[in-house]
C-alpha cells in the first residue's frame, strides 16, 4: 500500500497502526491468514469463531442484532474476509466496503456484521502475538475506566427505580448514573411526568452524583430545549439523543441553544463523515458510535481521533455486563478524548454471572479495570463450541 492509499484508508478509518504489520507484530512478516468465520448459536447466545490456518481462534460473543442479519453476515461480509491475511485489518475494513456492490447496503446492519468479525480477528491477532488487543492498538493511556450505572427502563414508577439506583450506586461505588427520559421516539407521551420526577427525586438524594439523561429520540426542538433546561437546573451533565436520531439539524439547534449541559448522540451512526459533520458543525458535544454497531473498534477509534481534533467528548455506547464489554474497554485503553464517566447497566450490578465464561466484569471502587492477558481476555467454556449449531 503506497503512501496515498494509507492517507485516505487513514481519513476513513482513523488507523495509525498495521500500515506497516511488522511495526505491530512479533511475529515480523508471518503472514496469519483466515481459514474460517464461523457464526455459531448456542442457546440464546450467539458468536463470531475465526480461526486462522495456525488454529488460533479470535471469538467474540454477539449482540442480539445479529439473530436477524444471518444474510447479510454471510452473504456478504463473511466471504470477502475469508483467507486474507488478518494484519492487513485496516485494509481489510476498507476494502469489505467497496467490495461487489457492498457499500449500497451500508448503515448499522452491515457494519453491525462487519464490527462482529473485526473485533473477534483484533481477539485472533492478539492472541497470536501474545498481547492484550490494546496493546495493537497504540499508546495506553489507562489501565482502568471510572462507569456510570444505565437504568435502561422507563417502565416502572420513577420512586421504585431510584431506590434501586441509590442501592446499587453503594454496591459498585460508582458516582454516575444515566436514567431515560422521554418515551423513545417520542411514542409515549405519558413518560415526560415520569421523567421530571425521577431527576428531582436523585437530585434530591445527592447533591454531588453525576446526572446524565438519556431521551432516545423522544423530543422536537422546541421539547427537547425545555427538557434541557430542566435539566440543567437540575445540574444533569449530558443530555444524549433528544431529537430523532437521524435529524442532525435539530440535535444540533437543541445543542446550540443549552449552554450547561452537553448533547450527546451517535450510537445508531456509522457514518464516518456524519461523525465529521457533527465536530465541523458542532452538531454533538459528545460522540457516542457503539463498537459493534460502527463496524469495530477501528471505526470506533476513528472517532475518538476526530473528538480529539475537534474538543469533543468520546463515550462509546456499551450498556454490557457480559463479554460484549471486553472490545470497548480495549479501545477506552487508547482512545484520546474519552469523556467523563463511562457505560455499565444497572442490571448487571449484583447479578449472578454465568459460569461459560471467566472473568466476569464485576465494578470495584467505581471503576472496570482493563484486562492485560492476551487478546480480548476472555476465556469461554470450550462445551459451548463443540455443542454450538452453525449458521450457515
Not at 466471504?79 to 467497496?98: C, E, H, N, S, T
Not at 478524548?337 to 455499565?344: R, S
Request: hydrophobic share 35%; proline share 5%; net charge neutral.
Amino acid at each position: 500500500m503506497n503512501r496515498r492509499q494509507f492517507i485516505e484508508l487513514s481519513a476513513l478509518t482513523g488507523a495509525v497502526l498495521l500500515s506497516n504489520p511488522k511495526h505491530v507484530f512479533s511475529k515480523g512478516n508471518d503472514a496469519v491468514y483466515i481459514r474460517s468465520i464461523d457464526l455459531l448459536k448456542w442457546k440464546d447466545n450467539h458468536f463470531v469463531v475465526v480461526t486462522s490456518t495456525d488454529g488460533v481462534k479470535g471469538i467474540t460473543l454477539t449482540n442480539t442484532r445479529i439473530d436477524y442479519l444471518y444474510g447479510i453476515f454471510n452473504g456478504l461480509v463473511k466471504p470477502f474476509f475469508m483467507g486474507k491475511d488478518a494484519r492487513q485489518l485496516p485494509q481489510l475494513i476498507d476494502g469489505v466496503y467497496k467490495d461487489e456492490r457492498n457499500y449500497k447496503f451500508s448503515g448499522m446492519p452491515f457494519w453491525n456484521c462487519v464490527g462482529h468479525i473485526e473485533v473477534a480477528i483484533w481477539d485472533l491477532l492478539a492472541k497470536t502475538d501474545n498481547k492484550p488487543v490494546y496493546q495493537l492498538l497504540g499508546k495506553q493511556l489507562r489501565s482502568e475506566v471510572p462507569m456510570y450505572l444505565s437504568s435502561l427502563t422507563r417502565d416502572n414508577p420513577a420512586e421504585e427505580e431510584v431506590e434501586k439506583i441509590k442501592e446499587r450506586l453503594v454496591i459498585s461505588g460508582c458516582q454516575a448514573v444515566k436514567i431515560k427520559v422521554g418515551g423513545r421516539m417520542g411514542t409515549d407521551t405519558k413518560a415526560d411526568k415520569r421523567s421530571y420526577k425521577i431527576v428531582e427525586l436523585l437530585r434530591k438524594h445527592s447533591d454531588t452524583v453525576t446526572i446524565y439523561a438519556d431521551a432516545n429520540s423522544s423530543f422536537d426542538v422546541d421539547q427537547g430545549i425545555a427538557m434541557g433546561k430542566f435539566l440543567e437546573d437540575h445540574q444533569v451533565d449530558i443530555f444524549e439523543e433528544p431529537c430523532p436520531w437521524e435529524d442532525f439539524q435539530s440535535n444540533k439547534k437543541v445543542a446550540d441553544t443549552l449552554k450547561k449541559i452537553k448533547v450527546a448522540g451517535g450510537e445508531q451512526d456509522t457514518s464516518y463523515y456524519r461523525f465529521d459533520w457533527y465536530c465541523k458543525n458542532n452538531g454533538l458535544d459528545v460522540l457516542q458510535p457503539d463498537v459493534y454497531y460502527n463496524g469495530g473498534i477501528l471505526r470506533s477509534l476513528a472517532v475518538a481521533k476526530l473528538a480529539a481534533k475537534y474538543k469533543k467528548g468520546f463515550a462509546p455506547h456499551s450498556p454490557k455486563a457480559d463479554p460484549l464489554e471486553a472490545p470497548f474497554l480495549h479501545l477506552a485503553a487508547v482512545a484520546p478524548a474519552l469523556h467523563g464517566f463511562q457505560e455499565f447497566p444497572l442490571s448487571g450490578i449484583g447479578k449472578k454471572q454465568p459460569e461459560w465464561y471467566a472473568p466476569h466484569f464485576e465494578i470495584d471502587r467505581g471503576v472496570l479495570s482493563i484486562s492485560s492477558t492476551p487478546g480480548l481476555g476472555i476465556d469461554y467454556d470450550s462445551n459451548i463450541f463443540k455443542q454450538a449449531t452453525n449458521i450457515n
